[in-house]
């Protein structure tokens, strides 16, 4: 089993900046491709941003391309989102996913993919 810790989350005004942390102590961490999704009030988990296991590919969702990065450090075994310019529509609760790879190339957008969750970050983007 493969805990995720997800920290970083706050509150925010529009503009602003955050940086979102996911951690674990997997040692096979630089095996599984890794994710960042979110949850608004009322609304289903939706994808945000994710990345390879290599930590050479990297996919966006539209809304948040351009100001959202997603990185990965494999020697810490976390991974990071860094999110500029905020706005009041980022506001959810965001949570960071891990998905076994067989191809350490491959980015994976749809929760099915991923095996491990974590327990979620709330980001509040005040306007």
């Known amino acids: 089993q493969v805990q995720l810790v997800d920290s970083g989350g706050g509150l925010v005004q529009a503009g602003g900046s955050l940086r979102l942390s996911c951690a674990t102590s997997?040692?096979?961490?630089?095996?599984?491709?890794m994710g960042w999704f979110r949850q608004a009030p009322g609304k289903e988990r939706d994808f945000v941003a994710a990345?390879?296991?290599?930590?050479?590919?990297?996919y966006y969702t539209g809304s948040v391309r351009g100001r959202f990065t997603i990185s990965r450090d494999n020697a810490k075994n976390t991974v990071y989102l860094q999110m500029n310019n905020l706005e009041p529509e980022d506001t959810a609760v965001y949570y960071c996913?891990?998905?076994?790879?067989?191809?350490?190339?491959?980015?994976?957008?749809?929760?099915?993919?991923?095996?491990?969750w974590g327990q979620g970050t709330q980001v509040t983007v005040s306007s």
């Open positions: 990345i390879s296991a290599s930590g050479d590919n990297t």
């Open positions: 997997e040692r096979a961490f630089s095996s599984y491709a």
């Open positions: 996913a891990a998905g076994r790879s067989v191809y350490r190339g491959t980015v994976y957008y749809t929760a099915r993919d991923y095996d491990y």
